[in-house]
């Protein structure tokens, strides 16, 4: 039979749960600004807990939006592969491709673009809901930061997927990217020159897109791994039930709402009023209003802001369990039972006992539960923010209050709907009369014999409450009920104490109502000695209703989430207004060489046939004025491109002009105090919805599109 270990302790002085709130329980860092992250909590937990009420657990989207999102992101992975049947991946032959792909491909088209938009929309609630869950400080960081570069790659596969399409969409998706790359000294040429006009577009440009766009999936694999590395039994993808309802609505979706090119592209269009899915094609609305600079500049700050979010948001750190090795036999229940793989077995040197082996806590990987605490057959680990020995002292000095009725005792999981309960230093509640309250970390610290030492020493009642399904310590609410059960060890010795004078059930956040009217009818059958309806209860998942309702309130968030896929998948992207007509001048051109010389002495020389030799090639800006109408619009030098000035001198200038006919004159001279020997003199015809570009190289000369 188990024994405690631990001595029963009498003394009279106040044990150290000095806390005043339930909520301060937890032992997740808090972040800075704390406040406003709880009441976001809450209304992730009232969204989780609204919808688990009326859908059946396994159903329920928003419980479990990681698996979500990476089942959405197969179906999208899969359906592409399938596309490959019918796209050609040329800039010649995508657009026609795609517009050529009969019902079935074009169903698959949709599938595609509505499972991705899915999938971002599932990796953003689980991202937002997790910072809101403090879930980022201390040993959380890995998945923290694996989980930010999981949403930074399933956006850019999502962008590069939409330039794929060549349509008006993705000619401004290749400008816009092409902007912000030819700020970064990574070609020679800017980029921007290749989408001048339609004949420049570099067909094997194109293909490496295409290229990125099937090997992003590659490193969506590798992070997502890092992602849950540390986490035990993790849910890579949804159930079967889930999973069905996911096909099918996005199937039901692809039919009512196919999803279609625009029209194809055309590089002299000047495109306004364009409509994309701002899922992923969001960001070009500030694109063009920011600029290049301050778009990296945005982009850089944002970065570093949200990739050291770990080191400088929490207050304070996690505090990790302890073991201790002279007490731990080996049993290895709290390896099963740590959500995150934070305890390993080690050789146990230098003690001989039934086992060679000792369980050890990785300080790195613990989040400081307490789930461990309540798996220890052997009373060997302890949590120093809630002591075992502090807990039971309280639990000894519950007998020797003085009260007209019998007290009762309740295990509060800081988590949990009683979060803003206060406590006073005695451990009486007002939301929760009668009772004498400790607050925990997690309700799988509870261990059993802490449960019976409660009843044993004069507790009418044992509540506990947990924090519900999609418990931020994952399968502790299930281990508790299990261990209460008796289906897992350490398990409640129902022979030595009554179990119908244990309460079981879970709280979300949003449930404070909840536990105040569930604890004082508890309280009434345990003190009014009526056992009806006291026994063992597991977490109830939701209340029991007829498959129709459950069906009806599927079908309900089904139309919800697809209505907030489909409406942001096609909406104005609201670009900056375009007035005027447009001329393009470019140009491509080596200066002239600079040379400078020194004489190379020789002795064994004679003076008139000592040499000089070049010892610099830097070539001199390029100049270019242009005339419309007979003003200069422009006259500016273009600096030799290369590390050592060595290079062409590349210019792209862009004017806005009225629509109609004007005179346009351009002069290129490729050294100082030249005459120009390149000259353009013509007039132009300009349409406000048409962009004319003037290209200009040595082997072409000048030449209009």
């Not at 937002?128 to 850019?156: M, Q």
């Not at 050294?671 to 919805?689: C, G, K, L, R």
């Amino acid at each position: 039979m188990r024994q405690d270990p631990r001595p029963i302790l009498d003394d009279e002085r106040r044990p150290a749960i000095q806390i005043d709130r339930v909520g301060a329980a937890r032992n997740d860092s808090p972040l800075r600004g704390n406040a406003f992250f709880e009441r976001l909590e809450s209304l992730f937990s009232w969204v989780t807990q609204r919808v688990g009420a009326r859908i059946p657990e396994s159903a329920n989207p928003f419980a479990r939006a990681g698996a979500v999102a990476n089942t959405a992101f197969v179906i999208a992975l899969v359906s592409g592969i399938l596309l490959l049947f019918w796209y050609r991946p040329s800039v010649n032959l995508a657009w026609a491709s795609l517009d050529d792909m009969g019902g079935l491909g074009q169903f698959i088209r949709s599938i595609h673009r509505y499972s991705s938009d899915l999938a971002m929309l599932f990796a953003l609630f689980h991202g937002i809901k997790t910072v809101a869950e403090r879930k980022v400080g201390g040993s959380r960081w890995l998945p923290f930061l694996s989980g930010l570069v999981l949403v930074g790659a399933l956006w850019l596969d999502g962008w590069t997927g939409y330039w794929l399409v060549w349509d008006v969409g993705a000619q401004k998706i290749a400008m816009n990217t092409a902007a912000l790359v030819d700020l970064l000294p990574i070609f020679p040429d800017p980029l921007s020159r290749s989408f001048l006009t339609n004949d420049a577009v570099n067909s094997l440009l194109f293909f490496i897109v295409f290229f990125i766009h099937m090997l992003i999936p590659v490193a969506f694999a590798i992070f997502l791994w890092a992602h849950i590395l540390r986490v035990n039994r993790a849910r890579f993808f949804t159930g079967r039930i889930l999973s069905f309802w996911l096909i099918g609505s996005l199937s039901v979706l692809s039919l009512l709402f196919p999803a279609f090119s625009g029209e194809p592209a055309d590089m002299a269009l000047i495109l306004e009023g364009l409509e994309g899915d701002w899922w992923f094609l969001g960001p070009m609305t500030v694109i063009e209003r920011l600029g290049g600079k301050a778009i990296w500049m945005v982009f850089g700050v944002t970065t570093v802001v949200l990739f050291t979010v770990p080191w400088w948001a929490p207050r304070r750190r996690v505090k990790p369990t302890v073991i201790d090795a002279s007490r731990c036999n080996g049993c290895q229940q709290c390896v099963r039972d740590c959500p995150f793989n934070a305890i390993d077995l080690i050789p146990d040197e230098g003690v001989r006992r039934e086992s060679p082996f000792h369980a050890q806590v990785n300080p790195a990987r613990c989040v400081g539960c307490g789930t461990c605490v309540g798996s220890c057959d052997s009373s060997a680990i302890d949590a120093p923010r809630l002591p075992v020995l502090d807990a039971r002292r309280f639990l000894n000095a519950v007998s020797k209050h003085e009260s007209d009725s019998p007290t009762m005792v309740a295990f509060l999981c800081g988590a949990s709907g009683a979060a803003s309960f206060a406590i006073g230093a005695d451990g009486t509640c007002p939301d929760l009369p009668g009772y004498r309250v400790i607050p925990v970390m997690c309700t799988g610290w509870v261990h059993m014999l802490t449960v019976e030492r409660a009843l044993r020493h004069g507790a009418a009642g044992v509540l506990i409450v947990s924090c519900g399904h999609d418990a931020p310590c994952r399968f502790s609410v299930q281990w508790t009920a299990e261990r209460l059960s008796g289906d897992r060890g350490p398990e409640l010795r129902s022979d030595h104490v009554d179990a119908s004078r244990i309460r079981h059930f879970s709280s979300g956040p949003g449930g404070k109502r909840e536990i105040m009217e569930q604890a004082a009818l508890f309280r009434s059958r345990c003190v009014g000695n009526d056992p009806q309806s006291t026994t063992v209860e597991t977490p109830l998942p939701h209340t029991p209703l007829s498959r129709v309702r459950s069906m009806a309130a599927g079908l309900m968030v089904s139309c919800v989430l697809g209505a907030m896929v489909v409406v942001l998948s096609n909406r104005d992207l609201l670009l900056p207004r375009v007035e005027g007509a447009r001329l393009v001048v470019s140009f491509k051109l080596s200066g002239q060489v600079l040379e400078t010389g020194e004489v190379v002495d020789d002795d064994n020389a004679l003076s008139h046939m000592r040499r000089v030799r070049p010892v610099s090639r830097e070539r001199s800006p390029v100049n270019m004025v242009v005339m419309v109408d007979g003003e200069v619009v422009s006259e500016a030098p273009y600096a030799p491109g290369g590390i050592f000035n060595d290079g062409e001198s590349v210019a792209i200038e862009e004017f806005v002009l009225d629509p109609g006919t004007h005179h346009v004159q351009i002069r290129i001279a490729d050294e100082p105090d030249d005459e120009s020997p390149f000259v353009y003199d013509a007039d132009i015809s300009f349409d406000a919805s048409r962009r004319r570009v003037i290209r200009f190289d040595t082997i072409s000369g000048f030449k209009l599109h």
